[in-house]
């Protein structure tokens, strides 16, 4: 008895291969033009909104100091060099008012080498007088390059101490600006408190940049590369980096993917499911068209006399769609979407 079933199916198989037609009453059965895709369902995952450390701001305070005025509110766009806020501080003058005697300082001493070295050179000075003048200059230097970079750290922009150098009078408030595009997610801030150095006080971040981070099959991550695109619904994404390690309870691997137009519709630290595409050209066709037959998938497109089977190669499923490639299917077919079992029957009864 498996003899024969096993020689049945071997001689089926041939049939098909000839594109041997159904012929018969088919009025029952329903047919649908074929429909094109460029991309093919991989499956759905969860995704969780993931924000990279360059579009996210955290703005404490720079200086002790009271806040003289706000210029945002809460969640409220923002643009880059917007200004934030101003604060202004004892401390800040103190820092400020040393950077000037030490500019001060630096000055007088350039101004003492200058007119000490030809008088060293043609030994009316002794030497050590000149070298004592050299060192106190490289003394005063050192320190008001110390000032300068504080001053930077504490909050002050470049031109603000520049102007310092320029004018030796302080400043005695900062302007605090945003560093990027995007919203004031939390503030902590209003006119005429007080704030320690480093208390926060608002955070800026650019929820556009929101990239998606997906736990993918790890048979699915060997097939994957960083800058291979792929589809996150009906929108492109790249992959931007893939995990070294493999979540050794799941057998997962963590993929960032980030949206390339537009924004990825998805919030930081957001939760929600997403279908997940390849970009490769295909058949999209309802799941019932495909059968089973011979140990291959078939489809049966309609011809003037009746059904003929093609064989097709499926790439991937979906609930209701099933993604196949094939050199024999004619982009313009009717295939049989309805009834598929009988023609299969059909089929067999024909070639008994």
Not at 74 to 88: A, D, G, M, W
Not at 173 to 191: A, C, E, L, R
């Amino acid at each position: 008895m498996r003899k024969f079933i096993v020689a049945t199916l071997f001689t089926l198989l041939p049939i098909i291969a000839s594109a041997e037609t159904v012929k018969g009453d088919t009025s029952m059965v329903k047919t649908q033009k074929v429909e094109t895709t460029e991309k093919v369902y991989m499956g759905s995952f969860l995704a969780v909104g993931y924000l990279p450390n360059d579009a996210i701001y955290r703005i404490d305070a720079p200086i002790e100091g009271v806040v003289e005025m706000v210029n945002v509110r809460i969640y409220e766009p923002v643009k880059r060099s917007k200004k934030l806020f101003v604060i202004k501080g004892p401390k800040l003058l103190e820092l400020e008012s040393e950077f000037i005697d030490t500019l001060i300082e630096m000055e007088y001493y350039e101004n003492e080498v200058k007119r000490l070295e030809p008088l060293y050179k043609a030994a009316v000075v002794a030497k050590k007088r000149y070298l004592e003048a050299k060192n106190m200059l490289a003394k005063f230097e050192t320190k008001s390059m110390f000032y300068y970079h504080l001053l930077l750290e504490w909050g002050l922009k470049k031109s603000e101490v520049d102007s310092i150098v320029k004018s030796k009078k302080p400043l005695p408030k900062i302007t605090i600006i945003s560093p990027i595009d995007g919203i004031v997610s939390d503030m902590n801030i209003y006119p005429k408190m007080y704030a320690e150095r480093g208390t926060h006080l608002m955070t800026i971040l650019n929820p556009d940049r929101v990239h998606y981070e997906v736990a993918l099959p790890l048979k699915i991550t060997k097939s994957l590369k960083p800058g291979m695109r792929l589809f996150v619904d009906d929108k492109e994404a790249v992959i931007e980096s893939i995990s070294a390690t493999v979540n050794s309870r799941t057998q997962t691997v963590a993929v960032h993917l980030k949206p390339i137009r537009g924004n990825s519709a998805i919030l930081p630290d957001e939760k929600r499911n997403i279908k997940l595409y390849w970009p490769k050209k295909a058949f999209s066709l309802p799941a019932n068209s495909v059968i089973e037959y011979g140990g291959k998938e078939v489809v049966f497109v309609k011809t003037g006399s009746g059904f003929k089977p093609i064989f097709v190669t499926v790439l991937g499923r979906s609930s209701d769609k099933v993604y196949v490639i094939s050199s024999n299917l004619p982009t313009d077919a009717n295939i049989a979407v309805s009834g598929v079992i009988a023609l299969k029957g059909a089929m067999e009864a024909q070639n008994d």
